[in-house]
């Protein structure tokens, strides 16, 4: 059975882009007679609103969008999350990093070359080869840290690894796809403020909800690389990914949740209907 889902974040409305995801991965399901969930990733709670999410399910329901069972929430996962941190610990995948962002960002601007990512420069392991006695001084006297993975022992650990693209990644990808675990470098997978970094949580969930067919746009398709790898780590099924193309503004730019004439709930306000929106997505 076809599972997918739509996996929103209460931190703004929903805008045509989002439109798009929640249409595409809703209509696979529906014609495959499979399920469609809904997600709400609300663990970033510095940002999530609840007036957010409240029209998150106003305007999917306004577009005749359905999801099988309750709507699962992360920040009632935050166990699962830990449980599986501490898996990732006890195999010596992950350290301490007591790097600021500020700190990060210096040492990349000191190093001639700094290896890159697809969204800049990668960490450059500052706190990779600190020793066993310096980490937990430094956590007995308070310092904030972060939890890394480490992606060089990710690696070695997981092997020669693919996913399936089902869908077309952004330069034209399809069917198996090689896994470089290495291409985000050493991902945080936890912060203090936060119990489980984006890539970490999102495959636990997938998990626990059954997902089968994972559709989201082209800008996560580098995601799929670490969360494959994760997923392997973790002895987690994995599912087929299917990413698309983005909605984009009138400048050619992907659309943000602060552009507000382009959120489902402006485009009410305006008088749309339900079948002017697909119609419009169509179009496009």
């Known amino acids: 059975m076809i599972v997918t889902r739509f996996a929103p974040s209460p931190t703004g409305y929903l805008h045509l882009g989002h439109a798009f995801c929640a249409i595409n991965a809703h209509a696979i399901a529906r014609e495959a007679g499979g399920r469609f969930h809904l997600r709400i990733e609300d663990i970033d709670a510095a940002r999530a609103r609840r007036e957010y999410e409240a029209a998150i399910l106003d305007d999917l329901r306004w577009l005749g969008i359905a999801w099988a069972g309750p709507v699962l929430r992360q920040s009632h996962r935050f166990a699962a999350y830990r449980h599986a941190i501490e898996r990732l610990d006890a195999d010596d995948l992950l350290y301490p990093c007591f790097c600021t962002r500020n700190e990060v960002a210096a040492e990349i601007a000191r190093a001639a070359e700094a290896p890159q990512g697809p969204e800049g420069p990668l960490y450059p392991g500052t706190c990779r080869t600190l020793s066993s006695e310096d980490r937990r001084a430094r956590i007995a006297d308070g310092s904030p840290y972060a939890l890394r993975l480490d992606s060089t022992k990710a690696a070695a650990r997981v092997g020669p690894l693919r996913w399936r693209e089902r869908g077309r990644g952004p330069n034209g990808e399809v069917g198996e796809i090689d896994v ?19 890539h970490l949580a999102v495959v636990l969930d997938d998990a626990w909800q059954g997902v089968t067919l994972v559709t989201r746009g082209d800008d996560l398709y580098g995601a799929a690389h670490v969360q494959r790898a994760l997923q392997a780590l973790l002895k987690l099924p994995a599912p087929d990914y299917a990413h698309h193309r983005l909605i984009l503004d009138a400048n050619g730019r992907k659309l943000s ?24 997505l169509n179009a496009g």
């Open 257 to 280: 949740k602060r552009d507000r004439a382009m959120t489902l709930m402006a485009l009410r306000e305006a008088g749309k209907a339900p079948e002017d929106i697909r119609a419009l």
């Open 180 to 198: 470089d675990p290495l291409l985000f470098g050493d991902v945080v997978i936890a912060r203090k403020e936060t119990p489980a970094s984006y």
